[in-house]
Nanobody
Framework: HVQLVESGGGSVQAGGSLSVSCTVS????????MAWFRQAPGKEREGVAA??????TAYADSTGRFTISQDKAKNTLFLQMNSLKPEDTAMYYC???????????????????WGQGTQVTVS
C-alpha cells in the first residue's frame, strides 16, 4: 500500500518562493510516474508538473516558474515554486502511479495514489 505525505506548504507574499515535499512509502517499483497537482476552491484539480523514474519531466504551461525534482534515495518528491502569484494559491497534492508514459502524464485520471495535500497561500 503506497502512502504519500506532503509537507512544506504555507503562506508567502507574492514574488516569494516556497518548496513543498512529498515523501513516498512504496515497494520496489523500478518504474513510476509522480506528479504535483493543485486545486483552488471552486476549481478543478489541475496538473502542475510530473516526473518519471528516469527523470523525464513535464510541466503545465502556466508553471514555468516551478521545478519538479526527486531524491530517489530518500523516496522524496519536491516542487520548488518561485515568483509566486496570488493565483498560485491552492491545495497542492502529490500523486503516483507505477505505470508511466513519456512524457509523464499531467492528467489526474492517470494517478491512483494521492497524498492528503498541503495548502499554499500567496498574498
Amino acid at each position: 500500500h503506497v502512502q504519500l505525505v506532503e509537507s512544506g506548504g504555507g503562506s508567502v507574499q507574492a514574488g516569494g518562493s516556497l518548496s513543498v515535499s512529498c515523501t513516498v512509502s512504496r515497494g520496489t517499483y523500478s518504474t513510476y510516474c509522480m506528479a504535483w497537482f493543485r486545486q483552488a476552491p471552486g476549481k478543478e484539480r489541475e496538473g502542475v508538473a510530473a516526473i518519471d523514474s528516469r527523470g523525464g519531466t513535464a510541466y503545465a504551461d502556466s508553471t514555468g516558474r516551478f521545478t519538479i525534482s526527486q531524491d530517489k534515495a530518500k523516496n522524496t518528491l519536491f516542487l520548488q515554486m518561485n515568483s509566486l502569484k496570488p493565483e498560485d494559491t491552492a491545495m497542492y497534492y502529490c500523486a503516483a502511479h507505477f505505470v508511466c508514459f513519456r512524457p509523464p502524464p499531467l492528467h489526474p485520471s492517470h494517478y491512483n495514489a494521492w497524498g492528503q495535500g498541503t495548502q499554499v497561500t500567496v498574498s
